[in-house]
């Protein structure tokens, strides 16, 4: 599983050629379902940032190279990283993701709540969108007392003018119980589960 491939990857050096790998992938298939009419103008893609690549300047201009191969615009994009990944070297993450930002692209923290205590790096870095981990939903339909940390981050990104997203969504109550305390957007086996592109090309037409 992801929990194992994506250490693994990191462990061997290979996760950056990956990543680049995956967002040439997620870019071709996006401008097939735009050319086939399947795909909104607002429809965007979301690809992972290893943390090697937050520290190299190339980064960038890989990623722009990607998306001027495939005709896509920045503002289509989302970048995805951890809060470990960004204050391994926080100098050189602002650098990088302020470069990425001022394109246009979207920069999500991945995981938000199980990294570092610190909140000032949400002042410091370039954020739009905080996620909320997955171990923070699994419960919150349970107890009142279980929403407590959600709701505090879903209020912490209305103050900071971010979008939030709830990762893991497996049941309607989840997604009920989100929506009450004004998360904006979810995501999980309830809408649906990991696709290939053919399956989430009919997906989309219908």
């Known amino acids: 599983g992801a929990d194992a491939f994506i250490p693994l990857a990191e462990e061997t050096g290979r996760i950056g050629e990956l990543s680049l790998s995956i967002l040439d992938q997620a870019c071709a298939d996006l401008r097939a379902w735009k050319d086939a009419g ?4 607002e429809l965007s893609i979301s690809v992972y940032l290893a943390p090697q690549q937050l520290i190299g300047e190339a980064v960038v201009a890989h990623i722009v190279g990607r ?6 615009h920045p503002s289509s994009l989302i970048l995805e990283v951890t809060e470990g990944a960004m204050m391994t070297n926080p100098a050189a993450a602002i650098t990088t993701l302020t470069r990425l930002r001022d394109l246009g ?11 570092y205590s610190s909140l000032s790096y949400l002042q410091r870095f370039p954020i739009d969108i905080l996620k909320i981990d997955k171990s923070f939903v699994d419960t919150i339909d349970f107890a009142p007392e279980q929403a407590a940390l959600p709701e505090m981050i879903i209020a912490l990104a209305r103050m900071l003018q971010l979008t939030s997203i709830a990762e893991g969504v497996e049941r309607e109550p989840q997604r009920a119980r989100l929506s009450e305390l004004g998360c904006q957007l979810a ?6 589960k ?10 989309l037409r219908d």
Do not use: C, E, K
């Open 67 to 72: 998306l001027d191969n495939h005709g896509i």
């Open 187 to 192: 995501q999980g086996y309830l809408f649906a």
């Open 38 to 41: 399947i795909a909104s103008a």
């Open 105 to 115: 692209i979207r920069i999500a923290v991945d995981d938000f709540g199980t990294g």
């Open 194 to 203: 990991p696709l290939p592109s053919d399956a989430l090309a009919a997906l």
